[in-house]
């Protein structure tokens, strides 16, 4: 099983960046998505979350209306747009896997997990 995050930087207060995560090898159908995010000296925190077929998706409430979430599942792939960044964006940017056959913000509820990417906002 193998989830590759990538797309993080350094990015200015205000600017956009676009994560990708790349699933492979998943030993389940219809897995639902999330993305999640550790800043130095905090807890691993949900960022955003989407179902099998992309049609729901469930955001934390400090990235509402600027992140959002997609998925495309012939190639395998899922997204997280991010716009309006802020300095508190700033964190390791996770995307994991979860047999859940509806979104679930507990991370808890996903077993596998990429390796993460940084995404560092500047003020």
């Known amino acids: 099983v193998q989830l590759q995050a990538s797309g993080g930087g350094l990015v200015q207060a205000g600017g956009s960046l676009r994560l990708s995560c790349a699933a492979s090898g998943l030993a389940f159908n219809n897995p639902v998505m999330g993305w999640f995010r550790q800043a130095p000296g905090k807890e691993r925190e949900i960022v955003a979350t989407?179902?099998?077929?992309?049609?729901?998706?469930r955001y934390a409430d400090s990235v509402k209306g600027r992140f959002t979430t997609s998925r495309d599942n012939a190639w395998n792939m899922v997204y997280l747009q991010m716009n309006t960044l802020k300095p508190e964006d700033t964190a390791v940017y996770y995307c994991?896997?979860?047999?859940?056959?509806?979104?679930?913000?507990?991370?808890?509820?996903?077993?596998?997990w990429g390796q993460g990417t940084l995404v560092t906002v500047s003020s």
């Open positions: 994991a896997a979860s047999k859940r056959t509806m979104t679930t913000m507990s991370p808890y509820d996903y077993m596998y």
């Open positions: 989407i179902s099998w077929r992309g049609g729901t998706t």
